[in-house]
């Protein structure tokens, strides 16, 4: 699905805003606590915010429970897209429920909407499965603190098999790979 803006306006600053603003609108609402995990640009401009920003927050959730009406009203409220908010990532190639496993927990908002971030190896490995250049410039980012971390290519390789299986590893091109020895040998 093309996004309804290609202009990138969503940045560490007004990403924690607008979060907040859905927990005020949750509350508003009555429909309870809600667990949200973000994944894609906006955990990287909420993580590393060294400018990074985004067009929309790509969030996966186990329970929806009209979690969107309430992202449809801080839309309208603050004059965003329709879809600032959404988890059509949940139905890409790079989506695993496996995500969810080493999630770290970045913010209560209002003491209702709990807010994971995905786990930087995860996120890496999302970001080879999608590989378009914003996200080969976001494994450089991560790649630092992998290496940091000691991650080497192969603990990459068995995290992808976590999340994704073998199948993926064996579709997987040879530039993917050669991108993984060059960042973290």
């Known amino acids: ?4 803006t ?3 306006y969503l940045s560490k600053s007004n990403i924690e805003e607008y979060l907040d603003a ?3 609108k949750i509350i508003e609402t009555g429909i309870g606590k809600h667990t949200i995990l973000i994944v894609g640009g906006a955990a990287m401009a909420l993580k590393y915010h060294d400018g990074r920003s985004t067009v929309d927050i790509d969030i996966c959730y186990r329970e929806q ?3 969107y009406s309430c992202c449809q009203s801080v ?10 908010m959404n988890a059509d990532v949940m139905h890409s190639d790079s989506f695993s429920f496996a995500l969810f496993d080493n999630a770290k927990l970045f913010k209560t908002y209002r003491s209702i909407l709990d807010v994971f971030l995905v786990d930087d190896l995860d996120l890496y490995c999302m ?9 080969i ?7 630092s603190s992998l290496k940091q971390d000691g991650i080497t290519p192969n603990k990459v390789i068995s995290n992808f098999t976590r999340l994704y299986g073998d ?6 091109d040879i530039h993917k790979l050669k991108l993984v020895d060059a960042q973290l040998l």
Do not use: C, G, I
């Not at 970001?127 to 996200?135: A, G, M, Q, W, Y």
């Open 75 to 84: 839309a309208k409220e603050n004059n965003l897209p329709d879809d600032w």
């Open 22 to 24: 859905l927990a005020q």
């Open 1 to 4: 699905m093309s996004h309804l």
């Open 167 to 172: 199948e993926y590893l064996l579709r997987n």
């Open 137 to 143: 410039q976001d494994t450089e980012v991560l790649s």
């Open 6 to 8: 290609s202009e990138e």
């Open 127 to 135: 970001k080879l499965v999608s590989f378009r250049p914003k996200d």
């Open 65 to 67: 429970n009209n979690l």
